[in-house]
């Protein structure tokens, strides 16, 4: 039997972060953000390599980013929902400064198990049935 572990949780929570492009209310779980993140990034390089080769392909990479750019923007503030946080911390990580570090520390930190005021805790479990909240 095939074992469909990680690459289905990447494609999964990718399309589902697609899915959700304009949902900027609720929370989203660290692996939820992760997957989604880590299958944009490959997406991403793939788009600018191809954009390398140059003529007509070369727009590949910016049409990509413009097409990703709510989803990443609305999974972002959701995760920052999940943590506790509002989602207008989110400019801070927009500037090219040192304050990315704080936003990152943001996404990699634990989301509240309880209820807050954004919303009730969403469940992410990796492929070990352990939580990834």
């Given at each position: ?65 413009i097409a990703v750019l709510v989803p990443n923007l609305s999974i972002t503030v959701r995760r920052l929902h999940d943590t506790g946080r509002s989602g ?46």
């Amino acid at each position: 039997m095939v074992g469909y572990g990680p690459s289905m949780k990447l494609v999964e929570h990718y399309i589902g972060g697609l899915l959700k492009y304009a949902e900027f209310s609720g929370r989203a779980s660290r692996g939820e953000y992760w997957w989604f993140t880590i299958a944009n990034t490959i997406l991403a390089g793939i788009f600018w390599l191809l954009g390398n080769l140059g003529g007509p392909v070369s727009i590949l990479s910016l049409l990509y980013l413009i097409a990703v750019l709510v989803p990443n923007l609305s999974i972002t503030v959701r995760r920052l929902h999940d943590t506790g946080r509002s989602g207008w911390w989110l400019p801070l990580g927009l500037v090219p400064t040192p304050l990315v570090f704080i936003i990152l520390f943001f996404m990699c930190q634990r989301g509240h198990s309880e209820e807050n005021r954004y919303g009730p805790p969403v469940s992410s479990k990796g492929s070990n049935g352990k939580q990834w909240r």
